[in-house]
């Protein structure tokens, strides 16, 4: 049975929602809940494999590297953050082909300068020329796989340059022919309606980033305004490290004596736990490889 591409998912989508997997246990969690597809971000893979921040301090081999372990842990495809291409059009080429080679089924291109790289959706502080990130995507385009190998145009400009700016270069990113765009540092929701509205019946990708920093709108809601794409950013790695802090604090008291003892985990945790890592599978081939 041939797999649905992602471009086949997301033109199927009224939008297309999707979660960030931080690793290969979150990501089968994300298939188990019925999810068709995934992206990947570098702020919480970097948080979850090496407790980094999200400053350019990885290379593209550490990236990709964290990337295959996830994609290789499930059957849905998935779309990945690659930075500015990790260098010039060298680099981007590289990234290309072993993003494609490890199972990744599209990449986000960013026109961030790595210089001064701010993680995550704060506002950036710079972008390069709008022909130096036309060149790494032209280069994208031309070196991909195949047309089913998606390429996002992704501008930072609107933090530095303005809205108006931001919105010039995404239009020329189109012309180029990306598959799609993404405007960040969006700050209100007039600037999600004039985005959504400037790229209506594109890939036009959104986030609904936590913090507070902009007012969160429903799937339905972005998608009437132009989204066709929205990806909830860090909402599964600040729950899980919340819920894990919580946990430590009770054993913590424990310790001291100063809590009563912790109780078991609820007993659907710990199934979709053992599901999530496949125990009973593993448990059959271990059973009928017994003499």
């Given at each position: 049975?041939?797999?649905?591409?992602?471009?086949?998912?997301?033109?199927?989508?009224?939008?297309?929602?999707?979660?960030?997997?931080?690793?290969?246990?979150?990501?089968?969690?994300?298939?188990?809940?019925?999810?068709?597809?995934?992206?990947?971000?570098g702020s919480s893979l970097l948080a979850a494999r090496h407790g980094l921040p999200?400053?350019?301090?990885?290379?593209?081999?550490?990236?990709?590297?964290?990337?295959?372990?996830?994609?290789?842990?499930?059957?849905?495809?998935?779309?990945?953050?690659?930075?500015?291409?990790?260098?010039?059009?060298?680099?981007?080429?590289?990234?290309?082909?072993?993003?494609?080679?490890?199972?990744?089924?599209?990449?986000?291109?960013?026109?961030?300068?790595?210089?001064?790289?701010?993680?995550?959706?704060?506002?950036?502080?710079?972008?390069?020329?709008?022909?130096?990130?036309?060149?790494?995507?032209?280069?994208?385009?031309?070196?991909?796989?195949?047309?089913?190998?998606?390429?996002?145009?992704?501008?930072?400009?609107?933090?530095?340059?303005?809205?108006?700016?931001?919105?010039?270069?995404?239009?020329?990113?189109?012309?180029?022919?990306?598959?799609?765009?993404?405007?960040?540092?969006?700050?209100?929701?007039?600037?999600?309606?004039?985005?959504?509205?400037?790229?209506?019946?594109?890939?036009?990708?959104?986030?609904?980033?936590?913090?507070?920093?902009?007012?969160?709108?429903?799937?339905?809601?972005?998608?009437?305004?132009?989204?066709?794409?929205?990806?909830?950013?860090?909402?599964?790695?600040?729950?899980?490290?919340?819920?894990?802090?919580?946990?430590?604090?009770?054993?913590?008291?424990?310790?001291?004596?100063?809590?009563?003892?912790?109780?078991?985990?609820?007993?659907?945790?710990?199934?979709?736990?053992?599901?999530?890592?496949?125990?009973?599978?593993?448990?059959?081939?271990?059973?009928?490889?017994?003499v």
């Amino acid at each position: 049975m041939t797999r649905p591409s992602l471009r086949q998912i997301h033109d199927a989508a009224r939008p297309l929602v999707v979660p960030l997997a931080h690793d290969a246990l979150s990501a089968r969690l994300i298939e188990r809940a019925g999810f068709p597809s995934f992206n990947i971000g570098g702020s919480s893979l970097l948080a979850a494999r090496h407790g980094l921040p999200d400053l350019g301090l990885a290379g593209m081999g550490e990236m990709a590297a964290a990337i295959q372990d996830i994609v290789q842990s499930v059957s849905i495809p998935c779309l990945a953050d690659a930075d500015d291409g990790y260098g010039d059009v060298k680099n981007v080429v590289h990234t290309v082909e072993t993003y494609h080679r490890i199972g990744v089924r599209g990449m986000l291109i960013e026109d961030q300068s790595r210089d001064t790289k701010r993680p995550g959706e704060q506002a950036a502080q710079a972008v390069v020329q709008v022909e130096l990130i036309e060149q790494k995507l032209r280069i994208a385009l031309e070196r991909r796989p195949d047309r089913d190998f998606v390429i996002i145009g992704r501008t930072d400009a609107a933090g530095t340059e303005g809205l108006d700016a931001a919105l010039r270069r995404a239009e020329r990113f189109l012309k180029l022919g990306v598959d799609g765009v993404f405007v960040a540092g969006l700050k209100s929701t007039s600037d999600l309606e004039r985005t959504g509205a400037a790229f209506k019946g594109q890939w036009n990708m959104t986030v609904m980033p936590e913090g507070g920093r902009i007012a969160w709108h429903t799937p339905q809601e972005l998608y009437a305004m132009g989204f066709s794409q929205v990806v909830y950013t860090n909402s599964l790695i600040l729950r899980a490290t919340g819920a894990m802090e919580q946990a430590l604090d009770q054993i913590k008291g424990l310790g001291a004596g100063t809590a009563a003892a912790i109780g078991p985990a609820e007993g659907l945790a710990t199934q979709a736990f053992d599901d999530a890592v496949q125990m009973r599978k593993w448990r059959e081939i271990g059973e009928a490889s017994r003499v």
